[in-house]
């Protein structure tokens, strides 16, 4: 059995006397798209930030069933792992192509010295490749500030899939969407996976996350709840007591992964 | 012990005017969110006006009282007149622009003190008793004690008003959040004017009384901000009291080295002590307190706009460079000698200003250490040939290596912070650099110049002094002129060419979004060591070239207010495009632009002052008309328009929908 792309083992994370975290742990099989939900304040993107190496934490955090612990946060990058976040967080000074251009691997120190003598150019066709994987190929040329707030979205997964990740963490990419965008962000998710990339899925949109995730897990003040195939955490009494509400379950129709 | 007891009760004189410079800073920071450079400069304002009232200088001569209500008068007005010009226009604006229009303030401030009273230090009218009390049985000015109460006085009746009154509640609810305290109906401009007030007042009281014990100099008086600095830092730029008590230590602490520094055991040359000892405390006191009270400022809820200009690309890079060197190379050989200097050393220059461009303008770091860095590489290529006969070409080389590993160093006690904070450190780096390295008569040129050894390889002179057909010997040659025209051309390339690389993208993204970075990859902290690498290198080769170019390198090269006038003077054009350096370059004393006014514009002697006063006004209403610098401004629109016309014609539009598609 091969390890997990991602695997978090035992993580808790506190912020004075607040335990924001506790105790969780999940594991990301490879090729799989993997759902976090939980109410507000339940600490999901807290997890994200110690899967990312932005805060400290206790246990442990594996990629690929390396331990990554101890890294920082570009370190972790290197060793296979992306992230976005809910505010986008975009490099404003740089273009959409360049914004994608950053995250692509890591040049050797040599390659960095010859090209500051030498016209650098911009692997324009891996670029267009990661852009056009996420349906906005025709965004190369524009500044981010230019873009409405969908066209930022794709453009921060677009950054984060950039480097080949073997996990990214996905931080309510579907917030701020309207359906018909956010049913087609669920399609090209599931299409990235063919590239063997897993991910961690966190929205509020339950019916995206049902739809689009192999597997859910719920998280409440800090800990997990339930975890399973999105059709038994449909089912589950105590997710729907916790979180859900029955008229959520009602207005939000899931289907099965497409 | 009695005498460290006398020597620490008359360091609570200029302590008390470092004390009210922090309480000026910590009142700018409170009241308007402003890093404040030019408190300083208040202090030495009012100790001229005072001085001036006092003289007779006007043609009138006041005593001793109305001289004092005059010059709080005024500081009133001064205080006002800044608020309108360089506060208010900028009242929504980064932290970094209220910086920068700070520093305008200051240069402006300092100038226009120095072309009306003059250059020379003056001494004041005494204001506070000049009795002596008996401590023990030494005698100490009773002046300095009632300076040091009157500032805690000052500090204890600021906290008293912030704390309990309406007022003081209205400056911190603006100061914790700005937005929120517009929408509970408070006026922050009027907050803000009132705390300028305020701070101008103390500082105006504190110049008069003790312009007579510190004595009243345009050049000393506004650098009393980096002490100040100091001490606010160790208030976190809140606490009064803090500040206060800081400062006054700071003062003390100055005056115990001055004592320790009589004595046999402190280290010393040939019996004469090591100075500006103080200077490197205060950098060091600088750095522990970043340490020691967190990494950054306490963090404002301000109405926040991008901090810094955009970057714009860099395109035809040798189409634009051909025409420009051309012209250089010409100029060198056709032009006159004293043109013939002035574009050498505007070559120079541009190289220095590339150093600016590559750790403000690409990472965002503000940083005012280059010119030390220069000078750094200035005296250590003059040095290792006359010390140690090491000449061109590794005695450059090591030179620029000596700039690079000092400027890591100062980047890398700089790691944790960024932005605004990081001129602190920089600006106490380059004060201490100046005065314990450039002062020392060994390492540095002490009170004298020191001559340089021309270049010169196998033989062939590369150096000022190389013979030039057709000139007859007339100096400067024009070899060295084309060998520094080669060097600035393609270390000009090398820095646009890095806007256009993955090193270049990389600063960009750390400039942007330094959270956002680390997690596309980019290894923050060595980005930035490596950032500081190649901008001190840059500033070590301007000063190896600005000591062949003059023949001489002396401390006053490269002084700290000249620093700040030429980071002014790249931020005004442009800080994030390599033209930007060219110009700064060619504006900077001694280089063509100030030839040119020196010649036909103004006032022969005093060129440096106006350089120092234009520059300082084109800040104020550059931030005010074109925030992001004049040169970026019509690159954007260039950008913009050449865009637009790519979408028009190729590719579909980006805004939300494809409707204009089919029209174009």
């Given at each position: 059995?091969?390890?997990?792309?991602?695997?978090?083992?035992?993580?808790?994370?506190?912020?004075?006397?607040?335990?924001?975290?506790?105790?969780?742990?999940?594991?990301?099989?490879?090729?799989?798209?993997?759902?976090?939900?939980?109410?507000?304040?339940?600490?999901?993107?807290?997890?994200?930030?110690?899967?990312?190496?932005?805060?400290?934490?206790?246990?442990?955090?594996?990629?690929?069933?390396?331990?990554?612990?101890?890294?920082?946060?570009?370190?972790?990058?290197?060793?296979?792992?992306?992230?976005?976040?809910?505010?986008?967080?975009?490099?404003?000074?740089?273009?959409?192509?360049?914004?994608?251009?950053?995250?692509?691997?890591?040049?050797?120190?040599?390659?960095?010295?010859?090209?500051?003598?030498?016209?650098?150019?911009?692997?324009?066709?891996?670029?267009?490749?990661v852009l056009d994987s996420v349906g906005i190929g025709h965004l190369f040329e524009a500044m981010p500030t230019e873009l409405s707030e969908g066209q930022r979205k794709l453009v921060g997964i677009a950054r984060a899939f950039a480097g080949s990740p073997r996990v990214v963490c996905l931080d309510e990419p579907a917030a701020g969407l309207d359906t018909s965008e956010t049913r087609a962000l669920g399609l090209q998710l599931r299409g990235l996976t063919s590239g063997g990339t897993s991910m961690l899925l966190i929205d509020h949109d339950i019916g995206f996350v049902f739809g689009t995730c192999d597997h859910v897990v719920v998280v409440e003040f800090g800990e997990v709840i339930a975890e399973g195939p999105p059709h038994e955490i449909y089912a589950n009494e105590r997710v729907i007591e916790a979180y859900l509400g029955s008229s959520a379950l009602r207005t939000n129709d899931p289907g099965g992964p497409s | 012990m009695q005498t460290i007891l006398v020597f620490a009760l008359l360091g609570l004189g200029s302590g008390a005017v470092i004390a009210a410079v922090a309480i000026g800073v910590v009142l700018s920071w409170r009241g308007t969110g402003s890093f404040n450079l030019a408190a300083g400069a208040?202090?030495?304002?009012?100790?001229?006006?005072?001085?001036?009232?006092?003289?007779?200088?006007?043609?009138?001569?006041?005593?001793?009282?109305?001289?004092?209500?005059?010059?709080?008068?005024?500081?009133?007005?001064?205080?006002?007149?800044?608020?309108?010009?360089?506060?208010?226009?900028?009242?929504?604006?980064?932290?970094?622009?209220?910086?920068?229009?700070?520093?305008?303030?200051?240069?402006?401030?300092?100038?226009?003190?120095?072309?009306?009273?003059?250059?020379?230090?003056?001494?004041?009218?005494?204001?506070?008793?000049?009795?002596?009390?008996?401590?023990?049985?030494?005698?100490?000015?009773?002046?300095?004690?009632?300076?040091?109460?009157?500032?805690?006085?000052?500090?204890?009746?600021?906290?008293?008003?912030?704390?309990?009154?309406?007022?003081?509640?209205?400056?911190?609810?603006?100061?914790?959040?700005?937005?929120?305290?517009?929408?509970?109906?408070?006026?922050?401009?009027?907050?803000?004017?009132?705390?300028?007030?305020?701070?101008?007042?103390?500082?105006?009281?504190?110049?008069?009384?003790?312009?007579?014990?510190?004595?009243?100099?345009?050049?000393?008086?506004?650098?009393?901000?980096?002490?100040?600095?100091?001490?606010?830092?160790?208030?976190?730029?809140?606490?009064?009291?803090?500040?206060?008590?800081?400062?006054?230590?700071?003062?003390?602490?100055?005056?115990?080295?001055?004592?320790?520094?009589?004595?046999?055991?402190?280290?010393?040359?040939?019996?004469?002590?090591?100075?500006?000892?103080?200077?490197?405390?205060?950098?060091?006191?600088?750095?522990?307190?970043?340490?020691?009270?967190?990494?950054?400022?306490?963090?404002?809820?301000?109405?926040?706009?991008?901090?810094?200009?955009?970057?714009?690309?860099?395109?035809?890079?040798?189409?634009?460079?051909?025409?420009?060197?051309?012209?250089?190379?010409?100029?060198?050989?056709?032009?006159?000698?004293?043109?013939?200097?002035?574009?050498?050393?505007?070559?120079?220059?541009?190289?220095?200003?590339?150093?600016?461009?590559?750790?403000?303008?690409?990472?965002?770091?503000?940083?005012?250490?280059?010119?030390?860095?220069?000078?750094?590489?200035?005296?250590?290529?003059?040095?290792?040939?006359?010390?140690?006969?090491?000449?061109?070409?590794?005695?450059?080389?090591?030179?620029?290596?000596?700039?690079?590993?000092?400027?890591?160093?100062?980047?890398?006690?700089?790691?944790?912070?960024?932005?605004?904070?990081?001129?602190?450190?920089?600006?106490?780096?380059?004060?201490?650099?100046?005065?314990?390295?450039?002062?020392?008569?060994?390492?540095?040129?002490?009170?004298?110049?020191?001559?340089?050894?021309?270049?010169?390889?196998?033989?062939?002179?590369?150096?000022?002094?190389?013979?030039?057909?057709?000139?007859?010997?007339?100096?400067?040659?024009?070899?060295?002129?084309?060998?520094?025209?080669?060097?600035?051309?393609?270390?000009?390339?090398?820095?646009?060419?890095?806007?256009?690389?993955?090193?270049?993208?990389?600063?960009?993204?750390?400039?942007?979004?330094?959270?956002?970075?680390?997690?596309?990859?980019?290894?923050?902290?060595?980005?930035?060591?490596?950032?500081?690498?190649?901008?001190?290198?840059?500033?070590?080769?301007?000063?190896?070239?600005?000591?062949?170019?003059?023949?001489?390198?002396?401390?006053?090269?490269?002084?700290?207010?000249?620093?700040?006038?030429?980071?002014?003077?790249?931020?005004?054009?442009?800080?994030?495009?390599?033209?930007?350096?060219?110009?700064?370059?060619?504006?900077?004393?001694?280089?063509?632009?100030?030839?040119?006014?020196?010649?036909?514009?103004?006032?022969?002697?005093?060129?440096?002052?106006?350089?120092?006063?234009?520059?300082?006004?084109?800040?104020?209403?550059?931030?005010?008309?074109?925030?992001?610098?004049?040169?970026?401004?019509?690159?954007?629109?260039?950008?913009?328009?050449?865009?637009?016309?790519?979408?028009?014609?190729?590719?579909?539009?980006?805004?939300?929908?494809?409707?204009?598609?089919?029209?174009?």
């Amino acid at each position: 059995m091969t390890a997990p792309a991602l695997a978090v083992r035992g993580v808790s994370v506190r912020y004075g006397g607040l335990r924001a975290v506790s105790n969780v742990s999940l594991e990301v099989p490879d090729g799989k798209i993997v759902g976090l939900i939980g109410p507000n304040g339940a600490g999901k993107t807290t997890l994200v930030d110690a899967i990312a190496g932005f805060v400290a934490c206790d246990g442990r955090v594996e990629i690929a069933g390396q331990d990554v612990t101890r890294l920082k946060p570009h370190a972790r990058v290197r060793r296979g792992l992306g992230r976005t976040w809910q505010a986008v967080e975009l490099f404003d000074d740089l273009s959409v192509a360049e914004n994608v251009a950053v995250a692509i691997g890591t040049p050797s120190p040599w390659a960095t010295v010859k090209e500051l003598f030498i016209k650098p150019t911009l692997d324009k066709a891996r670029v267009g490749g990661v852009l056009d994987s996420v349906g906005i190929g025709h965004l190369f040329e524009a500044m981010p500030t230019e873009l409405s707030e969908g066209q930022r979205k794709l453009v921060g997964i677009a950054r984060a899939f950039a480097g080949s990740p073997r996990v990214v963490c996905l931080d309510e990419p579907a917030a701020g969407l309207d359906t018909s965008e956010t049913r087609a962000l669920g399609l090209q998710l599931r299409g990235l996976t063919s590239g063997g990339t897993s991910m961690l899925l966190i929205d509020h949109d339950i019916g995206f996350v049902f739809g689009t995730c192999d597997h859910v897990v719920v998280v409440e003040f800090g800990e997990v709840i339930a975890e399973g195939p999105p059709h038994e955490i449909y089912a589950n009494e105590r997710v729907i007591e916790a979180y859900l509400g029955s008229s959520a379950l009602r207005t939000n129709d899931p289907g099965g992964p497409s | 012990m009695q005498t460290i007891l006398v020597f620490a009760l008359l360091g609570l004189g200029s302590g008390a005017v470092i004390a009210a410079v922090a309480i000026g800073v910590v009142l700018s920071w409170r009241g308007t969110g402003s890093f404040n450079l030019a408190a300083g400069a208040s202090v030495m304002v009012a100790g001229y006006m005072f001085w001036a009232f006092r003289t007779g200088f006007f043609r009138f001569t006041l005593d001793t009282w109305p001289a004092v209500i005059a010059t709080l008068a005024f500081m009133v007005l001064y205080a006002v007149v800044i608020e309108l010009l360089a506060v208010r226009p900028l009242r929504t604006a980064s932290p970094l622009a209220k910086l920068v229009a700070s520093l305008g303030v200051l240069l402006l401030s300092q100038a226009l003190v120095q072309v009306i009273f003059g250059t020379a230090p003056l001494a004041s009218p005494a204001v506070l008793p000049d009795d002596v009390i008996v401590v023990g049985d030494v005698p100490v000015p009773v002046a300095q004690l009632i300076l040091a109460a009157g500032v805690s006085l000052l500090a204890a009746g600021l906290w008293l008003i912030y704390r309990f009154t309406r007022f003081g509640l209205a400056t911190r609810a603006s100061s914790e959040n700005e937005v929120a305290a517009v929408l509970a109906g408070l006026e922050p401009s009027s907050i803000s004017v009132m705390n300028s007030i305020l701070a101008n007042l103390g500082a105006g009281m504190v110049g008069i009384a003790a312009a007579p014990i510190v004595g009243i100099s345009a050049t000393t008086i506004p650098l009393l901000i980096v002490p100040a600095l100091a001490a606010a830092l160790f208030a976190r730029f809140t606490s009064f009291g803090i500040a206060c008590a800081a400062g006054l230590a700071i003062g003390v602490g100055e005056s115990l080295i001055f004592y320790a520094s009589t004595k046999p055991w402190f280290p010393n040359r040939n019996g004469v002590a090591l100075s500006g000892v103080q200077p490197l405390v205060v950098f060091v006191l600088i750095v522990v307190a970043l340490w020691w009270r967190g990494s950054s400022l306490p963090q404002r809820g301000d109405l926040r706009e991008r901090s810094l200009p955009r970057v714009p690309k860099q395109e035809q890079l040798a189409r634009r460079m051909v025409p420009m060197v051309a012209a250089c190379a010409i100029a060198l050989v056709v032009l006159p000698s004293e043109f013939r200097q002035a574009v050498v050393t505007g070559l120079v220059g541009t190289v220095l200003c590339l150093s600016f461009i590559v750790i403000m303008g690409y990472v965002g770091q503000l940083s005012v250490v280059q010119l030390a860095l220069a000078g750094i590489a200035g005296f250590g290529v003059a040095r290792l040939s006359s010390r140690y006969g090491i000449g061109f070409p590794l005695g450059p080389l090591i030179a620029v290596v000596m700039a690079l590993i000092v400027g890591v160093v100062v980047g890398v006690s700089a790691l944790r912070v960024r932005g605004v904070t990081l001129v602190v450190v920089t600006l106490a780096a380059a004060v201490a650099v100046e005065k314990f390295v450039f002062a020392n008569p060994d390492w540095g040129g002490g009170q004298t110049a020191v001559t340089v050894e021309q270049p010169s390889i196998f033989g062939v002179s590369l150096g000022t002094d190389a013979g030039f057909r057709g000139l007859g010997g007339d100096l400067p040659s024009p070899v060295f002129g084309l060998c520094a025209l080669v060097v600035t051309a393609a270390l000009y390339a090398f820095v646009a060419n890095l806007r256009r690389g993955e090193l270049g993208r990389r600063m960009l993204a750390v400039r942007s979004n330094e959270r956002a970075a680390a997690a596309a990859g980019v290894n923050v902290r060595a980005l930035k060591v490596a950032a500081f690498a190649i901008s001190s290198a840059l500033a070590g080769v301007a000063g190896v070239l600005f000591a062949y170019d003059f023949g001489t390198v002396s401390t006053s090269m490269f002084d700290v207010m000249t620093a700040l006038s030429v980071v002014a003077s790249v931020y005004v054009l442009g800080v994030t495009v390599v033209q930007g350096a060219v110009l700064g370059g060619f504006g900077m004393v001694g280089a063509v632009v100030p030839l040119i006014l020196q010649k036909w514009v103004l006032p022969q002697n005093q060129v440096g002052l106006y350089v120092q006063l234009l520059i300082g006004a084109g800040l104020l209403l550059q931030l005010r008309f074109y925030p992001d610098g004049i040169l970026i401004a019509s690159a954007t629109k260039r950008e913009r328009r050449r865009v637009e016309r790519l979408r028009g014609s190729a590719t579909p539009p980006v805004q939300p929908a494809n409707q204009q598609g089919v029209a174009a």
